[in-house]
């Protein structure tokens, strides 16, 4: 069993739907929780990080993360098709800077 | 701040040729990684360093080497290619602070070996 897992998709969504993204993992030794977001032929970019449980809003996007049942997820609200990436999530332990990654999800708007 | 550069931006190489990828960063960042990322595999992580003169292996280091003479340049070679090597090459940087750390990628480097 890999330790992190994500669905790798593809997803295919209308504009202006509202998105979830979601990655599972077993280490209950991760504290935080970030979601990249890459381009085709880009280096990946950080979107959002968390640290343990809880939500955190950043304009149109939404990171949760519940360790309780270790589940995180991102929700993009009024997607557009500037939002067609894939997004990647990735989890580390406390003193460990070595990130753990998901596989990526790759998710088209379409117009 | 141009960030994470890495140079070249693409390569072909033959079997057995060798090449160094070169990798800057100019954020003054202690932590430097290098990632290949191959279709539907995600990034693995190849080696990192934590400082100047401070390498470790990751995941997949075999083929690889790494060294890190200064804080702002991390290369990475490759001794024999193989068409395995095949890849795109991400390297990356993070400030090695527990609380906050987050990785800042390059634009990558894509690879073929043929």
């Known amino acids: 069993q890999k330790e992190v897992e994500q669905d790798p998709g593809p997803l295919s969504v209308p504009e202006g739907a509202i998105v979830s993204l979601n990655c599972t993992y077993s280490?209950?030794?991760?504290?935080?929780f970030m979601w990249y977001r890459q381009y085709s032929r880009k280096g990946p970019e950080l979107l959002m990080y968390t640290y343990s449980s809880g939500n955190k809003e950043d304009g149109r996007f939404t990171a949760q993360v519940d360790k309780s049942s270790k589940y995180i997820s991102l929700f993009i609200r009024d997607s557009q098709p500037s939002d067609s990436a894939t997004y990647l999530c990735a989890m580390r332990a406390g003193n460990n800077r070595k990130l753990i990654w998901g596989l990526g999800t790759s998710l088209a708007v379409n117009p | 701040n141009a960030g994470v550069t890495q140079t070249p931006k693409f390569r072909i190489l033959k079997i057995g040729q060798s090449m160094t990828l070169q990798c800057t960063q100019d954020?003054?960042?202690?932590?430097m990684y290098w990632y290949r990322q191959d279709p539907g595999m995600g990034l693995k992580l190849i080696y990192y360093?934590?400082?100047?003169?401070?390498?470790d292996k990751g995941e997949v280091p075999n083929g690889y080497n790494v060294s890190r003479s200064t804080t702002e340049d991390f290369p990475l070679r490759l001794e024999l290619a193989a068409p395995s090597q095949t890849s795109v090459y991400f390297c990356?940087?993070?400030?090695?602070?527990?609380?906050?750390?987050?990785?800042?990628f390059g634009p990558g480097t894509r690879l073929t070996v043929l």
């Open positions: 990356a940087s993070s400030i090695g602070q527990a609380s906050t750390d987050t990785q800042y």
């Open positions: 954020m003054n960042h202690n932590y």
């Open positions: 360093s934590v400082g100047a003169g401070i390498t």
């Open positions: 280490n209950s030794a991760f504290q935080y």
